[in-house]
């Protein structure tokens, strides 16, 4: 397979409609307060994904990028406007609030949403505990919704209350975003930590990771430990539960798009065909249900 021929299916993808909806995330005076954050804060569509795939892009799968928390599935009526390839969404939802299950079923009643999120980060460990969040992940789960969640996986804690939701949630889907937040340093406790919390996620067979966002921790990360990552995640989970992806636009901090999955193709050199079929796309098409 030539690096230069693969095409792919982007898994984790985010457009800006700035002149429609609000990212209140991405104004100068709103957190997160990133130094770099007017880089990537530019009307970002489908075309300009595309176009910075060189054509390569086979079909994405859409993140919800704040374009109304409020009533997210007005992104998604934008998105199924304006999208022509295969695609599918992953709609916002505020498993704290007082709608989430009018939300998820109003979610529902659009073609493309395959899954929502609900950004943990810190606060992963209190609500996952939280029986009101623990009720919305379960109706997702009935509506056949995956959750995308965003935490650190060399948080122990964490870890162990979204095993508990596994457990009492068995049809629950999980993908788990950005690498799972892998610490810095190889050779650190909390890497090995990571790594064994990852064991014990893969082992309930309901979890899949997508290979994205390095850029989140280190803007200038390097080939060398990116693949380090990989191949701890590739040796701890497999091939068939993982899947690359890019965090476009955010990743052009680092590098072009296009460059960044020639090199994630270049990572896959001593897989079989089958394996990087299903880091390419396989699994993103399987996982998110892309036509």
Known sequence: MSEHSVSWIDPHIHFFALDEGDYNWLKPANAPFWPDKKAIAKHTTEHTLYCASLGQLEGFVHIEAGYDNERPWREIAFLERHCTLPFRSVGCIDLTGNKVGSHIDKLNKYN???????????EAEALLRTPKVKWGLRHMASQDFSFDAQLN?????????LLNVLEQTPSLKVAINHAAIAPMDANSLGFKTWQQNIRYLSETEQVAFKFSGLEMQERCWQ???ASAIFER?????????????SNFPLCKWRMPYAVLWRGFVAMTTSLSETQKAALLSVNAKRWYDIA
């Open 233 to 245: 995640l590739l040796h701890t989970v497999g091939a068939d539960r993982m899947m690359f992806a």
């Open 112 to 122: 493309s949403v395959r899954g929502l999120r609900h950004i943990l980060d810190d």
């Open 153 to 161: 996986l060399a948080d122990s804690n964490a870890v162990r209350a």
């Open 223 to 225: 080939w060398q430990r």
